[in-house]
Nanobody, 128 residues
Framework: QVQLVDAGGGLVQAGGSLRLSCAAS????????MGWFRQAPGKEREFVAA????????VYADSVKGRFTISRDNVKNTVYLQMNSLKPEDTAVYYC?????????????????????WGQGTQVTVSS
């Protein structure tokens, strides 16, 4: 069983930066692909970024490409999301998830129902 704890959210002005972390416990996630999703009030949870178990492959939603960077440290069992040039529309609760889906084939990593474990979420608020 894997437990994920999301942290690092907060209030930041537009143009600022935040670094989210997702710490895993209970079992290693080194063999899992890891993803970040976000959910704004009244909206569906949407894909933000994902990274393969080896860190060789990372993928991003078009809305965050060039501004956000996903990374992982398998020794620390932790995944990160560096968010730069934040915009008010980035305001949401951010969740990390763990999936056995490979990033090499298809777009399954894009869908929430393919994730086996979720963190509790961390609030990111970007003021204009």
């Amino acid at each position: 069983q894997v437990q994920l704890v999301d942290a690092g959210g907060g209030l930041v002005q537009a143009g600022g930066s935040l670094r989210l972390s997702c710490a895993a416990s209970g079992s290693t996630v080194s063999s899992y692909s890891m993803g970040w999703f976000r959910q704004a009030p009244g909206k569906e949870r949407e894909f933000v970024a994902a990274i393969s178990w080896s860190s060789i492959i990372s993928v991003y939603a078009d809305s965050v490409k060039g501004r956000f960077t996903i990374s992982r440290d398998n020794v620390k069992n932790t995944v990160y999301l560096q968010m730069n040039s934040l915009k008010p529309e980035d305001t949401a609760v951010y969740y990390c998830g763990a999936t056995r889906v490979s990033l090499n084939y298809g777009l399954s990593y894009y869908y929430t129902d393919r994730y086996d474990y979720w963190g509790q979420g961390t609030q990111v608020t970007v003021s204009s």
